[in-house]
């Protein structure tokens, strides 16, 4: 797994880079130090991810973020940040990162972490997610109408259960489906919702009131 490391401060660049040398499946490919630089290797290096500081001279990592995803949407963005407000939050989430991390997140996390968000699945530091949440809730409550339009009876069935945290497995067993099947509809969501990855379908939801058990 080739992974870019961006992050304005030395120490934590340093420190990272030497956490992940010690796993023997990753590969940090090149470290930069602010958006600009890690957009520039990204475009040189193809890594598989990510690992983005938010704010830094220069091209915050909110506004690198969004143009990584932009021009090459198969690479994932994981957060790794001090800031919890929520406004980071929500724009980085909105701007196409996959997972939003603290940077006291014990070392063994961040690793699961990363090797998560590289296979798919979304990670939201649990000092956080309560935020993430409170804003989407925030939001006036669109018509369910405006998304059902899009999908069909049984992929709105998979979103609202991907919008309440379950994992392929746990959606195939609850509505008596293949995971084959499963994933066939999650990325069929994506696409209509026209959205990179699960988090970002997960607030749509529940934007439109899909979220509720």
């Known amino acids: 797994m080739k992974v870019i490391i961006c ?9 990272l880079e030497l956490l992940l040398k010690l796993e023997g499946d990753m590969e940090v490919v090149a470290t930069a130090v602010d958006g600009a630089e890690a957009f520039d290797l990204v475009e040189k290096h193809r890594p598989d991810l990510v690992l983005m500081d938010l704010k830094m001279p220069g091209l915050n990592g909110i506004e690198a973020t ?12 994981l957060v790794l940040t001090t800031y ?19 940077k006291d997140t014990p070392r063994e996390e961040i690793v699961r972490a990363i090797r998560g968000t590289a296979a798919g699945k979304s990670f939201v530091d649990p000092g956080v997610a309560g935020k993430l949440l409170g804003q989407v809730a925030s939001k006036q409550v669109q018509p369910e109408t405006l998304l059902t339009s899009r999908l069909t009876e049984r992929e709105v069935d998979v979103l609202r259960l991907l919008a309440r945290g379950f994992s392929n497995p746990d959606i195939a067993a609850e509505l008596h489906l293949s995971e ?13 919702l026209e959205v990179s990855d699960r988090t970002q379908a997960a607030i749509i939801a529940i934007q439109h009131g899909l979220g509720e058990g």
């Open 7 to 15: 992050d304005d401060q030395a120490v934590i660049r340093d420190g």
């Open 66 to 77: 969004r143009r990584i995803r932009a021009r090459f949407p198969k690479i994932k963005v």
């Open 84 to 102: 919890d407000d929520d406004e980071w939050v929500f724009d980085a989430v909105r701007a196409g990162a996959s997972g939003y991390l603290l």
């Open 180 to 192: 084959g099947t499963v994933r066939n509809h999650v990325s069929a969501i994506l696409s209509k």
